[in-house]
Structures are given as C-alpha cells and as structure tokens.
T-cell receptor
C-alpha cells in the first residue's frame, strides 16, 4: 500500500506570495491532518479534515487554510507569506477522525525569502 | 505551555545497550500516546502506541511504558542499533474520535554508537 505523498517536496517563495501544498493520503484513509515543523516550535498542529470538512484547527492565523476533496486528497494554502512561515509542512492521514495513529508523509520544505 | 515534554534533547547510547527515552505530559485528558522516529528531511515514522487503559505495550525491540499517576511514559529500545539513531518524538491525543490533532514533544535525538 502506498504511503502518504506530498508535493512539491521543496519550494522557495518570497515574502507576500502565496503557496499551495498538496497531500494524498494512504488509500482508504479519510482523515488528513497538517502540521508545521520549525526548529523553535517543533511540530505544531495546523488543522484536520475529514469527509471534506475541517474538524479541528490549531492556533495559526487565518492566512493558513486548507481543503479536502471528495477523494480525500487535501491541499493547504498559505497566503501573504512571511519569513517565519519557512518550515517543513507535514501531512498525516488516518482511517478515521481523531485520536488514532496518524501516518506521515515526507513533508514539503518551504523556504520564504 | 507545553503539554507534552521531552526534557532530554539528546541521548547517547552504546550499540547493544538499552535506550530509554522519556516523556511527561500535563493534560489528564490525554488517552492515547504514540512514539515517532524522524530522520532529517523526512516525515515522522510511527513506531509504537499505547492506550491509557494499558501500562505497557511491546513490539519487537520497542516497549512503551505508561505511568498514568505520574503522567509519564517511556520508550525502551533493546538492544539499541546504530540504525536507531534519529530524533524520537512523543505525541499524545485526547478523546478518540473527538480531536484529530496530536500534541508533540520537542523530541530527543538518540545517537547509538557502534
């Protein structure tokens, strides 16, 4: 069974631009969560989608948004990029909503210049 | 305020010996705990988990112990191998089905020396 895939793997943007990251969950998994990893803050939860609905949201500004499609694939968008948005963005999937083992993709490394 | 704490940023162990990684939590609502292993520039890889109704779970060389009264869990790796060298994250969640987010500790970098 294929794992979680994320595209692109690396991205360089400049301040003020926007970016869209994509995540394809493990086949059959319907829950997708997004996390941001930075050296200072560690791994922090962004949001979770299940059945195309956002079910849970972390403490991030509204510039961070996401969506999920009917095939469970998910995208996250960051608008008006700031230098501090440079991070590894990780997507994780699980078979059902909440509190279960999540399987992570390789991440997208975003660098904002 | 950190709800999941891994107080040791690094740990060095000799090959063949036991590695013990520790994790403390503050939220008594947490009922499911996981350990992930992470290499640089890769996503975390799930290792082992434990539900709050248990105090021990074993999977091969990996054993997780949970002490609910102390709000403490630990991961034992026996015997340690050089390939185990990575950053280990402890994570917790509250309420199966109610929240889809994991709360992570800051990680412990394990170095296993040949």
């Amino acid at each position: 069974k294929a794992g979680v895939t994320q595209t692109p793997r690396y991205l360089i943007k400049t301040r003020g631009q926007q970016v869209t990251l994509s995540c394809s969950p493990i086949s059959g998994h319907r829950s997708v969560s997004w996390y941001q990893q930075t050296p200072g803050q560690g791994l922090q939860f962004l949001f979770e989608y299940f059945s195309e609905t956002q079910r849970n949201k972390g403490n991030f500004p509204g510039r961070f948004s996401g969506r999920q499609f009917s095939n469970s694939r998910s995208e996250m968008n960051v608008s008006t990029l700031e230098l501090g948005d440079s991070a590894l963005y990780l997507c994780a999937s699980s078979s059902r909503q909440g509190g279960e083992t999540q399987y992570f993709g390789p991440g997208t490394r975003l660098l904002v210049l | 305020d950190q709800q999941v704490k891994q107080n040791s940023p690094s740990l060095s162990v000799q090959e063949g010996r036991i590695s013990i990684l520790n994790c403390d939590y503050t939220n008594s609502m947490f009922d499911y705990f996981l350990w992930y292993k992470k290499y640089p520039a890769e996503g975390p890889t799930f290792l082992i988990s434990i539900s709050s109704i248990k105090d021990k779970n074993e999977d091969g060389r990996f054993t997780v112990f949970l002490n609910k009264s102390a709000k403490h869990l630990s991961l034992h790796i026996v015997p340690s191998q050089p390939g185990d060298s990575a950053v280990y994250f402890c994570a917790a969640s509250a309420g199966v089905g109610s929240q889809g987010n994991l709360i992570f500790g800051k990680g412990t970098k394990l170095s296993v020396k040949p």
